[in-house]
């Protein structure tokens, strides 16, 4: 009784959310409010991450020196999803100039490991998942620093301080981080190689549980290194020979030269109009432009007369996602190796005809979508009183990455490299000094050459698909910030993803789906010929996002309910 009552009254209480003509609103979800603020506003996985990115916004800094801020302190907070042995992407409206500038701050392949080596080490059908081999150039740091050149105005110092302190101090773990740092130790226990991992992660040699105080002064010492020392100190200073030397101990391939040639790169973001919006991803090595491809096919349905959730809806979304992944699987890889035809597969000439390939009655079985699978990552956005807004995503790609790492650096190394392919003149074919194929994109919403929405869903192959349903229910289902990122997923794996504990392949994929959905919906896919499995867990990856009224510039922001996060704003 209690709990109808309950559920009754968050109906209630979405029900009476503000409406408007011009921007999402609330109609149909039981979900917590969105936060509204005019001076500014962050939104994270972790509640003092968004405190630290708001504190800096409170002090004068910039929304770039807000992100920096907020995910130095999430790769020691939720190091399950990064840290800076991994990469980073970005997208910033720069309120100057008045557009987006792209970053691509993912790093390259050792240029020492070659296929010979590989296979003189017994390697030769895939890059294992964990371990020396699957190790790429961390890119963060760099992407730091190309960040905040551009557009910091805080000293770096001062923007990494925070994240010095509390992993000097500590703080208490929260219950989704502590989740899955659990399971991490479970998976590494498992692994024959585990270089570090323990020592750097544990206490006592077991994961931190929710409350448990979580320090690392290892990683204090780093960062502040990088905060004395800028850039340099990562790549070709004293982390640099650090880094080389433990490779060579541990007979890694990651060498000093690798860390002193690499640097980041500024790119143009691409773009389709939906409905009127103009949504915006960063061309490959990344995944972004599935979410667009996905987009351009599912303009040509009706979806908002379907109705969220219906038959229709999911089918049509899952159909759009067969056919992009299959692209994503060709043709998505390091644009320096392979010329990709970008603009062709976003066009909509394109979209219209791959759209013509989707039965309406039945489940599509030969739309393969790429081996890429797995991925565990953070995003977070941030935005200031002068109208600067940050989309950024960062992560070690498999939770806690390759498993390699310094305990004297605090830190570990992500395994990004397992995205390589071996097959022979395949886009992503493994090479030396070769950017691997990505999953983490940020993305951007502009409405008539102004900035819009600062979103992301974080997670692996669900990217491009939570990218595309969080549109889907803003501007199709008119659902307001927060309840798009509320309302149930649904999550395509592809057909070369093992189900059940049997190993054997589903034909055309699986499609995981949240409660939510109607039990009547469901068995009418089924007759469909889709396989639809219902799920709970991480499949359905984790969303934050910031939007911006057009008219007032008042931010109104949102957070992943199935994290820890928090958005917040003054």
């Known amino acids: 009784m209690k709990s109808n009552l309950l559920i009754a009254t968050l109906f209630l209480n979405a029900s009476v959310i503000l409406q408007s003509s011009d921007r999402p609103t609330g109609k149909m979800l039981a979900t917590r409010s969105e936060v509204i603020a005019q001076n500014g506003m962050v939104a994270t996985s972790h509640p003092l991450a968004t405190q630290i990115g708001l504190e ?38 720069d309120p100057k100039t008045e557009r987006l500038h792209g970053l691509n701050a993912s790093g390259r392949s050792p240029r020492g490991l070659t296929r010979e080596v590989f296979e003189a080490d017994g390697i030769t059908e895939a890059i294992p998942f964990f371990g020396r081999h699957s190790i790429s150039v961390p890119g963060c740091v760099d992407g730091w620093f190309e960040l905040h050149d551009k557009f910091g105005v805080k000293p770096m110092a001062e923007v990494l301080n925070p994240a ?35 020592e750097t992660f544990s206490i006592g040699g077991r994961a931190p549980a929710k409350g448990d105080i979580w320090m690392n002064p290892a990683l204090s010492k780093t960062l502040s290194l990088i905060a ?40 143009e973001p691409v773009s389709t109009n939906y409905r009127g919006w103009d949504v915006w991803e960063l061309p490959p090595n990344g995944q972004g432009i599935a979410a667009l491809q996905m987009l351009n096919i599912l303009e040509g ?12 809806h999911i089918h049509s979304l899952i159909e759009a996602k067969k056919l992009a992944f299959e692209d994503r699987a060709k043709h998505y890889a390091d644009p320096s190796f392979s010329e990709i035809p970008v603009g062709w597969l976003i066009s909509k000439e394109y979209a219209a005809e791959r759209r013509a390939l989707i039965d309406p009655e039945r489940a599509a079985k030969q739309y393969d979508p790429g081996v890429l699978q797995n991925g565990d990552t953070i995003y977070l956005c941030a935005a200031d009183k002068d109208g600067m807004m940050v989309s950024l995503i960062q992560s070690n790609f498999a939770g806690f990455g390759s498993g390699v790492c310094i305990p004297d650096l605090g830190f570990g190394f992500q395994n990004r490299g397992t995205s390589f392919t071996f097959e022979k003149g395949h886009a992503n074919e493994y090479q030396p000094g070769k950017r691997p194929f990505h999953t983490i994109i940020p993305a951007f919403v502009t409405e008539n050459g102004k900035p819009l929405i600062a979103f992301g869903v974080m997670g692996g192959a669900m990217q491009p698909q939570g990218h595309t349903q969080i549109i889907l229910n803003l501007k199709d289902y008119g659902m307001n910030l927060q309840e798009a990122g509320d309302a149930p997923r649904i999550c395509h794996e592809g057909s070369t993803e093992p189900y059940g504990g049997d190993g054997k392949m589903t034909e055309g994929g699986e499609t995981l789906f949240e409660s939510g959905f109607d039990d009547e919906v469901i068995r009418d896919l089924n007759i469909k ?14 969303y934050q996002a910031i939007y911006c009224d057009p008219k ?8 992943e309910s199935r994290k820890d996060g928090q958005a917040a704003g003054y």
């Open 552 to 559: 007032t510039g008042v931010y109104y922001g949102a957070s």
């Open 529 to 542: 010929k889709h396989r639809m499995q219902r799920s709970v867990g991480t499949k359905f990856g984790g």
């Open 228 to 267: 004395e020392g800028g850039r340099d100190a990562f790549y070709r200073g004293p982390i640099a020979k650090t880094i080389d030397a433990y490779m060579k101990d541990i007979g890694g391939f990651l060498r000093y030269e690798d860390l002193a040639a690499h640097t980041s790169e500024w790119i």
């Open 301 to 312: 349905f009706d979806l908002a007369s379907a109705g969220f959730g219906s038959v229709e």
């Open 164 to 198: 010095i302190e509390y992993a000097r101090h500590g703080f208490p773990v929260t219950e989704v981080i502590a989740a899955g740092w659990q399971k991490s130790h479970q998976d590494r226990a498992e692994e024959e190689e585990q270089f570090g991992y323990f």
């Open 56 to 93: 800096i916004l409170k002090n004068g800094g910039s929304a770039v020196d807000a992100a920096i801020g907020a995910n130095a302190a999430l790769g020691l907070m939720e190091p399950t999803g990064s840290g800076i042995g991994g990469d980073l992407f970005a997208i910033v409206w």
